[in-house]
């Protein structure tokens, strides 16, 4: 089993800046992929970015040039840093992995996935 907490959530104003963090442990062989996602009331959950296990970083259109998003295996955390929030990023984010539990499981591509709990970020003057 594998948990994923994310926090960093808070309001800040327009234009301002806000660092999420996603700290995974558990069975882990490896990765496929993690990603943070967000959702407001009456919508669908959205993919906001993602790596994967090789580095390779795809963003949704709404977010690119203000958003990163970036891994520190060490200590087991993935990280997404939102530059330039405006008042439609306001939304609960959550953290996602898709991951390999053992070596056999990456052999036969079975994956599992995990969602933490979500951290509420709200942009508003």
């Known amino acids: 089993h594998v948990q994923l907490q994310a926090s960093g959530g808070g309001l800040v104003q327009p234009g301002g800046s806000l660092s999420l963090s996603c700290v995974y442990s558990?069975?882990?062989?490896?990765?496929?992929?993690v990603a943070w996602y967000r959702q407001t009331p009456g919508k669908q959950r959205e993919l906001v970015a993602t790596v994967d296990d090789g580095g390779l970083i795809n963003y949704a259109d709404s977010v690119k040039g203000r958003f990163t998003i970036s891994r520190d295996h060490a200590k087991n955390t993935v990280y997404l840093q939102m530059n330039s929030l405006k008042s439609w990023d306001t939304a609960v984010y959550y953290c996602?992995?898709?991951?390999?539990?053992?070596?056999?499981?990456?052999?036969?591509?079975?994956?599992?996935?995990?969602w933490g709990k979500g951290t509420l970020v709200t942009v508003s003057s």
């Open positions: 558990g069975d882990i062989y490896k990765f496929n992929v």
């Open positions: 996602y992995a898709e991951t390999y539990t053992t070596y056999e499981d990456y052999l036969g591509r079975r994956k599992m996935d995990y």
